[in-house]
């Protein structure tokens, strides 16, 4: 479905259905050419299941492992909408969820150097963020006037949390301030600096997010200029090509998460399932 810039025709109007449709037609045939990339899954999801399937506190002695567990969750979550996206015709919206991946894997990476103070960074940069963000609406709504239903209950309960994780880093001798600064909100640039790996910051993640903001990048995927007449595609692309390097990526992302999360859990069988993951996928050396 092209809409023309020239505004010399009536463009047909399509409703809810047949974009539906469309897309699933589309995601059907996307993924017969790329069953050898979509076959990783299986093992994906197993190994995802084997690092959750432990045991897990914030408030234990391997708070990283419970950090672990729900960034492979998150990961995983937004993996499989990638594929289905990038299936779908919709590969260049897929980077949107894509890079989202490749950051929990640059903060895994990050845990790496320091589980425990970083796992516990970044759970009180989570709590405090939510205590600011109550703060600021309760404040809001009594100014106003407005109803504020719970949220003095729910913002109690959240500086309830960062007090609770507060005593926790204490209980382990880390400065609680300083562990948040350095892992909460991190610096992706640095981390990729400080373990050599820098260009994947200058080039990966800054084509990601030229696709995530409005950055004038993922626009030739569906827009076509002939004849003096530009083109713009609304509906599902149909570049099987576009799909497959995009589903690509995705799974190459998550098994990267896999595989540090793997590490950060210490766990051998773990580990030796991702280095198998990864030489399955196309293309590895």
Request: proline residues 2%; contains cysteine; negative net charge.
């Amino acid at each position: 479905m092209t809409s023309s810039s020239s505004g010399q025709e009536s463009e047909p109007v399509y409703d809810w259905c047949w974009f539906a449709r469309n897309m699933q037609d589309v995601m059907h045939t996307n993924e017969r050419l790329s069953a050898e990339v979509l076959d990783i899954v299986a093992g994906a999801d197993a190994l995802a299941h084997r690092i959750v399937a432990r045991p897990t506190s914030a408030y234990s002695d391997r708070p990283q492992d419970y950090v672990a567990s729900l960034l492979v969750s998150r990961s995983f979550r937004l993996a499989v909408s990638s594929i289905y996206l990038a299936l779908s015709g919709y590969a260049d919206s897929a980077v949107n969820l894509d890079r989202t991946v490749w950051e929990i894997g640059i903060r895994l990476l990050d845990m790496t150097r320091a589980p425990d103070a970083a796992a516990l960074g970044y759970l009180l940069d989570s709590a405090q963020s939510e205590v600011d963000h109550l703060k600021v609406e309760l404040q809001y709504r009594e100014g106003e006037g407005l109803e504020t239903a719970h949220l003095a209950d729910h913002l109690a309960n959240a500086e309830s949390e960062v007090r609770d994780l507060t005593e926790a880093a204490h209980a382990r001798d880390l400065d609680a301030t300083k562990i948040k600064n350095k892992h909460g909100r991190l610096n992706f640039r640095q981390v990729c600096k400080d373990f050599g790996i820098e260009k994947a910051y200058l080039v990966n993640y800054a084509f990601a997010s030229g696709h995530v903001h409005e950055k004038n990048m993922a626009s030739s995927d569906y827009v076509t200029e002939a004849n003096l007449e530009r083109g713009f595609e609304l509906g599902p692309l149909t570049d099987a090509r576009l799909a497959r390097f995009s589903v690509m990526d995705a799974l190459t992302n998550f098994c990267q998460v896999l595989s540090l999360a793997s590490d950060i859990v210490e766990d051998p069988e773990a580990i030796e399932a991702a280095e198998s993951l990864f030489a399955q996928l196309p293309g590895a050396g």
